[in-house]
């Protein structure tokens, strides 16, 4: 199938900050395009963070148990299916309830002004029937699981539905993304055992700093914007401290993982080295992000925040690889 031509493209068809050459440009016709970018089907990094803490711990909760006959140590391939599913889902539904709420800032901003709501390629009524429909798509993946963690998913709506008016009220509005974003640290524990314990506990907060800490990158594009409409971030709070609060952001996230791991066990059960080999690499590619930072410089914001999906990678191949190794050199 041909790529779309950026140059046959109205100023209606785009969005400032989207690429121009996604597969949704190619697969879907034009009058669907603007609810691809309401959901951001085109900028896939943001169910892909979504999806990490629902991965790390559909791959850590096998190890609570020693390998045996019946029991791999390995993450359950249908559950990781149905994350895959339901992160993009409920990413999309997330942001098009986000602009909903945010469409007259939005207006306002010179990044989100093109959206599709602020500039009314779509109406809100249709916005709305869209919200509902994949919203309905999340809760079909949600019933898939066990009674606990379907009762668990349901209570993490009230974080989501939150999190827009954070902006408003608070400098920590990325704490709130923070807490909604790596819910799915507590999911892949309950969908595995129905219940939950300290680890996936550990695992959350870890997951909710490392959220705090690219998403201030992520902010730093819109500062000057946001002060110029009053919306607060943690990117405005920090300012020319960032540097310093990403090593303590990032340096938690290490930690409370750490504890995670302890957490799940020693020995017969637990991690094995390739889970504590992947967390120093992923200390050092958090590092990498430190280093490289310019707050000034708006697109390498955008390209470390990006980064962050290697991360989720490094972590979850350092998971996989541990059940692997115990699994065959059981101790």
Request: glycine share 8%; charged share 15%.
């Amino acid at each position: 199938m041909p790529r779309p031509d950026p140059s046959s493209w109205t100023a209606t068809d785009r969005v400032a900050d989207a690429p121009s050459d996604n597969w949704t440009y190619r697969v879907l016709p034009r009058t669907l395009w603007p609810f691809a970018q309401l959901a951001r089907w085109d900028r896939p990094i943001g169910w892909q963070l979504l999806l990490w803490p629902c991965l790390w711990s559909a791959a850590l909760a096998p190890q609570w148990a020693a390998p045996s006959a019946v029991h791999t140590g390995l993450p359950d391939i249908w559950h990781m299916a149905l994350f895959v599913i339901g992160s993009i889902a409920m990413r999309g539904a997330g942001c098009t309830y986000n602009d909903l709420v945010d469409r007259d800032i939005d207006d306002k901003v010179a990044r989100t002004r093109s959206r599709p709501l602020p500039s009314g390629r779509v109406t809100p009524l249709q916005a709305k029937l869209f919200l509902v429909l994949q919203a309905l798509v999340g809760f079909l993946v949600l019933i898939q699981f066990n009674l606990f963690a379907v009762m668990l998913g349901i209570a993490s709506l009230a974080v989501v539905a939150l999190y827009p008016f954070l902006k408003r009220v608070t400098d920590w509005p990325q704490v709130g993304l923070g807490f909604a974003f790596s819910w799915g640290a507590l999911m892949g524990w309950a969908g595995y055992w129905g219940t939950l314990d300290a680890a996936p506990l550990f695992l959350y907060a870890g997951s909710v700093a490392w959220t705090v800490g690219y998403d201030t990158i992520y902010a730093h594009q819109d500062r000057e914007d946001d002060a110029l409409v009053g919306v607060r971030s943690t990117a405005r709070l920090f300012g020319a401290h960032t540097r310093r609060a990403l090593v303590i952001l990032y340096g938690l996230t290490l930690a409370f993982f750490l504890a995670a791991f302890v957490a799940t066990g020693t020995g017969s059960t637990g991690p094995a080295w390739p889970a504590y080999a992947a967390l120093a690499l992923g200390g050092c590619q958090m590092a990498w992000q430190i280093r490289r930072l310019d707050i000034e410089n708006g697109e390498e914001c955008l390209k470390l925040f990006k980064s962050n999906s290697l991360f989720g990678w490094i972590i979850f191949l350092g998971l996989l690889f541990s059940g692997l190794w115990t699994l065959s050199f059981p101790v």
